[in-house]
């Protein structure tokens, strides 16, 4: 009984020692489950100085914004993925029914701003009026985070008696992330791909890898 103490008392010791020895910033309990994948894996998300995985907000109107920390390299890989939390009503794309008469349609959605890139376009299932005529449509006014109007080029009747206009505001939606510079040991700067700012706070959480051996 005493040697089998004894024992154990020595594969603790030995296993306490490499965990406190360790230079992976991983607890003794990640330690203990890494070869065997089935534990959880744990890792510090709070701001310092050699952070390594965390969360940043990239603000309403910016389209980049700088992460410090003195863990990355130039060769690191870095995983950045889109935790967006959106505002009530922030609708990037949808429909609307026209029909015979119409001379403008109104979308509302707290998603759309002046400047924005917009498509427009009708269905395939739709309906002439009796003139045979379907005018080339605009977006006719934009109200900040409320609504914007389409009608025709020359605000006349929309010429369908019967359709379904689609329109989508690409730079409104929440994806696409990429790296766009770093800084050795200093930072790194996270942005939109399409480099366009988008009308909400959006969250990034990323990860840092650094190149070599482990687990």
């Not at 009984?1 to 910033?25: D, S, V």
């Not at 006719?140 to 985070?145: A, G, K, W």
């Not at 939606?173 to 770093?182: A, D, F, L």
């Not at 200093?186 to 687990?215: C, H, N």
Request: with cysteine; hydrophobic share 45%; net charge neutral.
């Amino acid at each position: 009984m005493t040697k089998t103490l004894i024992f154990l008392a020595t594969i603790l010791g030995l296993w306490a020692e490499g965990a406190l020895a360790c230079q992976a910033r991983i607890t003794p309990l990640e330690l203990l489950f890494a070869p065997f994948f089935k534990g959880p894996s744990f890792m510090r998300t709070n701001s310092h100085g050699a952070q390594f995985a965390g969360r940043t907000t990239i603000s309403s109107g910016s389209a980049t914004q700088v992460v410090s920390t003195a863990n990355v390299t130039s060769d690191s890989l870095i995983f950045p993925v889109v935790q967006a939390a959106l505002p009530a009503a922030y609708t990037t794309q949808g429909l609307m029914t026209t029909v015979s008469g119409d001379f403008t349609k109104t979308a509302s959605t707290t998603a759309v701003y002046s400047g924005q890139i917009m498509q427009v376009n009708f269905q395939a299932e739709t309906t002439l009026t009796s003139l045979g005529l379907s005018h080339p449509l605009r977006v006719n006014s934009i109200v900040d985070r409320v609504s914007f109007a389409i009608s025709t080029v020359d605000s006349g009747a929309i010429g369908v008696a019967a359709g379904t206009l689609n329109w989508k505001i690409p730079q409104a939606e929440p994806s696409g992330i990429k790296v766009n510079t770093i800084s050795d040991g200093g930072y790194f700067v996270l942005g939109w791909a399409d480099g366009q700012a988008r009308p909400v706070d959006v969250t990034v959480m990323w990860e840092i890898k650094k190149p070599g051996s482990g687990v």
